[in-house]
Every structure is written in structure tokens, then in C-alpha cells.
């Protein structure tokens, strides 16, 4: 038997020779493999008789599909062409009614300005144009997308620093000075965009100003401490590192806030991982503290010195309730306020001499040997450390000044955020002689450029300048020292209203500044 595939074998068949077209070492189901036997021709007969038909039809359905892709591509553009315009439509009608919008606005304004007729109105109508002008000059989406990006910034800002991994927070800083840069173009397109925000929150401060600030404080702090580092005597610190249990620390807190006059019906306070202050209206101000197992003194003076703001909400002249002059003027006389109660208060040897008593009946066995007089060397010692919270009144201003080094270096274009944590180092090493060991202890440490403020932190230096020369005005007529060795804040406070608090917005900042200060700031 011969098979087409070339296979022979003998049977016992009575005839001599067969012809056959499959056998088992061709057949697909013997062999496993597709195999293409032509049997006399018989694939090419077929292919004769039925191809030219089949490639026709092949040669049609591919016709039809290409014209059904033609025509999808056709419908597909013409949509694409029609959104296109009708967002172009939309876009043109939204310019013309912005155009329009703001031409009203100015209007109004103009209108506004010319019929105020008492100080308040006034002072409405600036600081109506001001918050108009935040809004109106930004576009809606960018504003709405600089929003999100602080919402989603701020948690990752929280997880980068308790895991000491600042590239989670990177890519968000990089979205955040962009936006930044931006945005200060549309407020003064030919100013340098740090200065256009050091102003939203210091109205009238300038870089050349910060310059010159910082210079005098840098030329003045550093070769003083660097003095009392070689010649200071020793300041006993054991005490200050043992576990305070949070329940006492609770409990000093509450102590603060009634010895500040904060009612809980209208100030409460919480906790947080950065102590911070917001207001909704001036009869219901919130505040938080961070607690700190080994540290009591970092929440008490957190307490104080949150409070201090507070204290500058809730004082706000009640006529200016749901009005544009409502709230604190600027940062930087909020920032007085709150380190005037921090430092000038709750450090000086009047205040601690009074507290000092409740804190041994909450503390007894940590103060056990501890005087008075010893926790007050403690708490002012002057010493370079790695947290601008918890730095003394000598070198805080050292931390602020790195600060504002760095973001006036990030919004100019001068420094990336990449180089952000050596540079941090650096200077740290450069004013403050101490090394960073982690960026948890040094970039990473405030919250502020996660919320987008960029400009904020020379409000704080400004601030703890401005109280220093209000306290010593108070002084030639207020024996402050006696009032407070007895608790008593509120002659400070009544002065502090007087100067300051209940005028919300409703003054000029820089005749707030002197009347705080009692004279212009030197």
C-alpha cells in the first residue's frame, strides 16, 4: 500500500498495489500536526474552481469594513470639530461675561468707595477689593486645583513626615511653588512673585525690608549666641525629659486657657499633629495642641501661645460681626498676639513663679526636687536646637530666617525642591551650628508650605519683634511683672484690646502696628 504522504507497507490484500490519501504517519489525529496533503492536484482543483470567488468576497467584506472605519472616523471628527466649537462658543461667552463681570465689579466698587462715609465702610470696601481681587484674578479652575492640591498634600505632608521620607511630599511641594508662581503673576505680573505673597500676608512688606530685617537680627543673634555657647553658665535641663503623663498635660492646658480667659463655650480646644488656630466667627475660635509624652512644656507653650491668637478673634469689636473688617489684620500682628502669651507671658519669671505651684500638684513626682526658679532657667534657656516650635526667644528668628531664605529661593527659581533638604541642612549648620538628622527634624517639620503658604513664616519674627516693643511700652505705665505674678492678664488684655484686638481690620495695618507698639516700629 502507498500513501500520498511517501509511506509503503504490505498487507495481505489480493491485490498487488493500492493508492490511499491518509494512513498514521499522516493523519492529523495520529500525528498530532495540521498537514497539507495535495492529492493529485485536487487542493489547486478547488482552489481553481472556488478562490477567485472567495478572494472576491474577502476582497468586498474588507472594502465595507474600511468604509464603515472611514465613516466612524468621519462621524468621530465632525463630534470632536462640533465639542471643540461649542467649548470655543463657551469659552468666548465666559470672557465676555468676566470682561464684563469685572468691569461691573469696578464699577460697583468705584461706587462703593465714593459713598462710604464712616471709617468701618471704608475699611469694607478695602478689604472687600482685596479679597475680590484674590478671587477674581486667579481663574476659577486654577483656584479650585490649587485647593484640591492642598486637601491632598496636607495628609501626605503628615504620612512623609512620620516616615521620614520626604520624596512622598516632593512631587506635591514642586505642584505648590508652581502654582504659587502663577498665581503671583496674575496679582503683578512684573513683581517678583515671593514679594506679591509676603505682602497678601503682611500688606506692604517687601523683600528689601525682609532683607534688611533679617541682616540686623542675623549680624546681632548669631556672634551673641555663639558668645553664650563659649561663656554661658549651665542651665539644668534633667527634669525636662521623663514621661508627663497626657492626663496632667490635659489638665495644664485647661489651666492655661482659663488663666488666658478662654471660655470653652466659644474657644475649644483639640489635638493635632501641628497646633494651629481657625476662627468661623469671633464666638467660636478653635485651637489645637500637639501632646508629647517626654515633653510637657511643648504643649503647655503651644497652649499659650494658640491661645494668644484666639484671644485676638474673640475680642473683635462685635459690630464688625459677618463683615469684611471681622478678623485678625495681618499675620504678623496675629503673630504678636501669640508669642506676646507664649514668650513675654508664659517664660517670664512672674508667670512661671505663679504657675509653678500647679504644676507640682499635677506633677508631683516629677517635680519632686525641681524649684521654681529652675524651671524658669530652663524653659528661656538659650540654646540652638532642631524645632522652630520649641526654640527659645533667642534663637527663633534664626529658624524663621532659614525659612524665609529657602521659600524666597524656591518661589525665585534659585533652589528645587530636590536640593530642599540639603539646603535645609546647610543652613542650620551655617546660623544655628547644629546638624540635621533627619528631614522629620528638618524640612518636613511645619505644616505651612503643605496648606500653600508661601510668605507666611516672616510674619512670625515680624510678630515676636512687634510684641517685644509693645511690652516694653506697656511697661512705663503697667507693672506688668506684679499683675502677672498673680495671674492677672487682664490689664494686658484690656490694653491689648484697646490697641489692637477690637479694631479686627478695620485700620490700616501699619497704624495697628503703631498703636501696638506704641509709637512707630523701630
Known amino acids: 500500500v502507498r500513501c ?20 498514521d504517519k499522516c493523519h492529523p489525529f ?84 465714593a459713598e462710604a462715609e464712616t471709617e468701618q465702610e471704608q475699611a469694607e470696601v478695602r478689604q472687600l477689593q482685596r479679597q475680590y481681587d484674590e478671587i477674581a484674578k486667579i481663574p476659577a479652575e486654577e483656584y479650585a486645583a490649587f485647593t484640591k492640591l492642598c486637601n491632598q498634600s496636607i495628609p501626605v505632608w503628615v504620612k512623609a513626615k512620620r516616615t521620614n521620607d520626604f520624596s512622598l511630599f516632593a512631587p506635591y511641594l514642586e505642584k505648590i511653588v508652581a502654582a504659587r508662581r502663577a498665581q503671583a503673576h ?48 549651665a542651665v539644668r535641663t534633667d527634669f525636662l525629659d521623663q514621661v508627663w503623663p497626657l492626663d496632667g498635660q490635659r489638665a495644664v492646658s485647661k489651666k492655661i486657657m482659663e488663666l488666658w480667659g478662654l471660655d470653652p463655650a466659644h474657644c475649644y480646644l483639640a489635638e493635632s499633629e501641628h497646633p494651629f ?37 474673640l ?14 489684620a495681618t499675620m504678623g500682628l496675629h503673630e504678636s498676639q501669640s508669642r506676646l502669651f507664649e514668650n513675654l507671658v508664659g517664660r517670664s519669671r512672674a ?64 533652589l528645587t525642591v530636590a536640593d530642599l533638604p540639603a539646603a535645609w541642612n546647610a543652613k542650620y549648620k551655617e546660623y544655628l551650628g547644629v546638624d540635621v538628622p533627619d528631614d522629620t527634624h528638618g524640612c ?34 503697667m507693672d506688668l511683672d506684679a499683675q502677672w505674678a498673680e495671674g492677672n492678664m487682664q490689664p494686658l488684655k484690656d490694653a491689648l484690646r484697646s490697641r489692637v484686638w477690637q479694631h479686627g481690620r478695620a485700620k490700616e495695618p501699619q497704624r495697628l502696628v503703631q498703636s501696638l507698639c506704641g509709637g512707630a516700629f523701630d
Not at 524665609?404 to 524656591?410: D, G, I, M, N, S
Request: overall charge neutral.
Open 4 to 23: 500520498t504522504c511517501g509511506n509503503t507497507w504490505v498487507t495481505r490484500s489480493t491485490k498487488s498495489e493500492m493508492t490511499v490519501d491518509l494512513c
Open 315 to 328: 475680642n473683635i469689636d462685635p459690630a464688625y460681626d459677618y463683615t469684611a473688617v471681622t478678623g485678625g
Open 30 to 113: 495520529y500525528t498530532g500536526q495540521q498537514k497539507l496533503v495535495d492529492t493529485g492536484g485536487r487542493v489547486q482543483r478547488f482552489a481553481n474552481k472556488f478562490g477567485g470567488a472567495a478572494a472576491a468576497q474577502l476582497k468586498a467584506a474588507e472594502a465595507a469594513k474600511a468604509a464603515k472605519a472611514a465613516k466612524a472616523a468621519e462621524l468621530a471628527a465632525a463630534k470632536k470639530a462640533a465639542k471643540e466649537a461649542k467649548a470655543a462658543e463657551k469659552a468666548k461667552r465666559a470672557a465676555e461675561y468676566a470682561k464684563k463681570a469685572e468691569a461691573e465689579a469696578a464699577k460697583q466698587a468705584a461706587k462703593a468707595a
Open 186 to 233: 496674575y496679582f503683578a505680573p512684573d513683581r517678583d512673585p515671593y514679594e506679591v505673597w509676603l505682602d497678601r500676608y503682611e500688606k506692604g512688606l517687601t523683600i528689601a525690608q525682609c532683607d534688611a530685617f533679617f541682616a540686623t537680627l542675623r549680624e546681632t543673634i548669631v556672634p551673641l549666641l555663639a558668645d553664650i555657647q563659649a561663656r554661658g553658665k
Open 444 to 477: 518636613l517639620q511645619d505644616i505651612h508650605w503643605a496648606m500653600g503658604d508661601m510668605g507666611y513664616f516672616p510674619s512670625y519674627a515680624l510678630g515676636s519683634a512687634y510684641s517685644a516693643q509693645a511690652v516694653d511700652d506697656l511697661r512705663k505705665t
Open 277 to 313: 488656630t481657625t476662627e468661623f466667627w469671633r464666638g467660636d475660635v478653635r485651637i489645637t495642641t500637639h501632646y508629647m509624652e517626654r515633653d510637657m512644656f511643648s504643649n503647655l507653650y503651644s497652649v499659650a501661645h494658640e491661645g494668644g491668637h484666639a484671644l485676638y478673634e
Open 351 to 414: 508667670f512661671v513663679s505663679f504657675l509653678y505651684p500647679t504644676l507640682r500638684e499635677i506633677f508631683p513626682d516629677q517635680l519632686a526636687d525641681v524649684t521654681a526658679e529652675e524651671v524658669w532657667r530652663a524653659v528661656n534657656r538659650a540654646e540652638p536646637s532642631l524645632i522652630r516650635t520649641e526654640a527659645d526667644e533667642l534663637t527663633y528668628s534664626l529658624h524663621i530666617m532659614v525659612r524665609y531664605e529657602l521659600e524666597k529661593a524656591l518661589m525665585q527659581g534659585t
